[in-house]
T-cell receptor, first 113, second 112 residues
Framework: NAGVTQTPKFQVLKTGQSMTLQCAQD?????MSWYRQDPGMGLRLIHY???????DQGEVPNGYNVSRSTTEDFPLRLLSAAPSQTSVYFC????????????FGAGSRLTVL | SQQGEEDPQALSIQEGENATMNCSYK?????LQWYRQNSGRGLVHLIL?????REKHSGRLRVTLDTSKKSSSLLITASRAADTASYFC????????????FGAGTRLTVKP
């Protein structure tokens, strides 16, 4: 049972480039979310989804897009990367809502030059 | 803005001692959870306490919740070097059950 799989683990971008962070879960979880973790800031919620076709904004959504076409996948898109988006990104899922126990991926470290 | 605030930011103890970490939050919650993060890894769930519960145990972990003070504590008894990690509290908001807010964490170091 793989749990939550994130790719890539590391990525370096130049300012203005676009990229997609992939997240997949095999637990048939309805709820999926993206967080960013910055030093001394804890985790901040970017976007979340409560099921296929349903997404909503979290605390820091600007500069990020998401979609949920299947239950398993929840990609995070950076359309025009900025140095302020340098961070570690975590995908998490849970059975039905954010209030349930979250299962986290291993993280994706993104550096924007 | 962040919901949970952990205290202390860093804690260093000897193996065998108890470690206590505190979390304060601002708004009404459905539940409060504690997570652990080893360096360079994802977060792992430790324990969940609901808003109508006051205390919960799991192995060497004891969590208390005081909703009148909007605070929680995590006690790790008889600590081991393997407990070295960062610990985060997270709160599920009453106004939006899907908005899970994390604090900045407590960095625990247990010296052998």
């Amino acid at each position: 049972n793989a749990g939550v799989t994130q790719t890539p683990k590391f990525q370096v971008l130049k300012t203005g480039q676009s990229m997609t962070l992939q997240c997949a879960q095999d637990m048939n979880h309805e709820y999926m979310s993206w967080y960013r973790q910055d030093p001394g800031m804890g985790l901040r919620l970017i976007h979340y989804s409560v099921g296929a076709g349903i997404t909503d904004q979290g605390e820091v959504p600007n500069g990020y897009n998401v979609s949920r076409s299947t239950t398993e996948d929840f990609p995070l898109r950076l359309l025009s990367a900025a140095p302020s988006q340098t961070s570690v990104y975590f995908c998490a899922s849970s059975r039905s809502s954010g209030a349930n126990v979250l299962t986290f991926g291993a993280g994706s470290r993104l550096t924007v030059l | 803005s962040q919901q949970g605030e952990e205290d202390p930011q860093a804690l260093s103890i000897q193996e065998g001692e108890n470690a206590t970490m505190n979390c304060s939050y601002k708004t009404s919650i459905n539940n409060l959870q504690w997570y652990r993060q080893n360096s360079g890894r994802g977060l792992v769930h430790l324990i969940l306490i609901r808003s109508n519960e006051r205390e919960k145990h799991s192995g060497r972990l004891r969590v208390t919740l005081d909703t009148s003070k909007k605070s929680s504590s995590l006690l790790i008894t008889a600590s081991r070097a393997a407990d070295t990690a960062s610990y985060f509290c997270a709160t599920a908001q009453v106004y939006n059950n899907n908005d899970m807010r994390f604090g900045a964490g407590t960095r625990l170091t247990v010296k052998p």
